[in-house]
């Protein structure tokens, strides 16, 4: 990409790009009302369903301040900026990843 646009801020492009989507996703979850679709056809509580739509919820959120707090970090102590961004990129899809738990417990303990 800088190929093209010398003067182009890529990794602020790809922090701001990660952190609204982490976001976007937090917010979906946390006003989900009974969770994923997938859940529910797979036959999951909707208790279990509301606990970890919010638990998702959380965690998209709490990745999404990744980017603000190491900014912030960044200007009294002196670490590799690289890591915020790693840790967004690796935090995004393990916290969606984890979707599947709710599956896997019910089909350990079917209804």
Same mark, same amino acid.
């Given at each position: 990409?800088?190929?093209?646009?010398?003067?182009?801020?890529?990794?602020?492009?790809?922090?701001?790009?990660?952190?609204?989507?982490?976001?976007?996703?937090?917010?979906?979850?946390?006003?989900?009302?009974?969770?994923? =679709? $997938?859940?529910?056809?797979? #036959? !999951?509580? /909707?208790?279990?369903?509301?606990?970890?739509? %919010?638990?998702?919820?959380?965690?998209?959120?709490?990745? =999404? $301040?990744?980017?603000?707090? #190491? !900014?912030? /970090?960044?200007?009294?102590?002196?670490?590799? %900026?690289?890591?915020?961004?790693?840790?967004?990129?690796?935090?995004?899809?393990?916290?969606?990843?984890?979707?599947?738990?709710?599956?896997?417990?019910?089909?350990?303990?079917?209804?």
């Amino acid at each position: 990409m800088n190929a093209f646009w010398d003067d182009f801020p890529t990794l602020t492009a790809l922090y701001a790009w990660i952190t609204g989507l982490s976001l976007l996703l937090g917010a979906g979850c946390l006003a989900a009302k009974t969770g994923a =679709a $997938a859940w529910r056809r797979r #036959g !999951v509580s /909707l208790k279990t369903r509301k606990k970890w739509a %919010r638990i998702q919820g959380v965690l998209f959120l709490v990745n =999404a $301040a990744v980017w603000p707090v #190491g !900014v912030l /970090l960044g200007h009294f102590v002196s670490f590799d %900026r690289d890591f915020v961004l790693m840790t967004q990129m690796l935090g995004l899809p393990v916290i969606g990843l984890l979707g599947v738990l709710p599956v896997l417990a019910a089909k350990k303990h079917p209804q």
